[in-house]
């Protein structure tokens, strides 16, 4: 095959390799229109699995906005995603494949999740004294609360 993989191929090499987590999986379903848990990166691993599908498939860099919608930790990230993608990649002037960890990076990623649920008025939530999230709670609105007493 010569010339660029199409997206099938691309999406189905990626899916058969070893290089999947349950953030990069969401991505995959939410841009292919299946159904998705929406589950956002956690860690500096995760984060990692999540741009090297975006290499694999460019074509989905321009809706990553789209996961917004699964919550606020993704609204977090988002909101911060240039910045923590530039420090995963350069934290410290050392590459990622060649540092051991990323505490930078991965600070960045627990204070943008803090900050979406901070200002996400439909969470109750608890934040530790460096800022990033302790525990979380949805609240229920008054619709949901009227559902579950019919």
Not at 21 to 34: K, N, P, R, V
Not at 98 to 108: F, G, I, N, Q, V
Request: hydrophobic fraction near 30%; charge should be negative; charged fraction near 30%.
């Amino acid at each position: 095959m010569t010339g660029l993989k199409t997206l099938e191929r691309r999406v189905i090499s990626w899916l058969l390799s070893d290089d999947t987590g349950a953030s990069s999986t969401s991505i995959c379903a939410h841009m292919l229109g299946e159904p998705c848990e929406g589950y956002a990166p956690s860690d500096c691993s995760d984060l990692g699995r999540c741009l090297r599908l975006l290499d694999q498939v460019p074509d989905w860099a321009p809706r990553l906005h789209e996961m917004a919608a699964y919550g606020p930790d993704w609204k977090g990230l988002l909101e911060r995603w240039d910045q923590i993608v530039h420090l995963y990649h350069n934290e410290g002037g050392v590459p990622y494949s060649e540092r051991p960890r990323s505490p930078e990076t991965y600070r960045a990623m627990k204070l943008a999740i803090a900050e979406g649920y901070r200002n996400d008025p439909s969470y109750e939530c608890s934040f530790g004294g460096d800022g990033t999230l302790m525990w979380s709670r949805k609240i229920a609105s008054e619709t949901e609360e009227e559902d579950q007493e019919d």
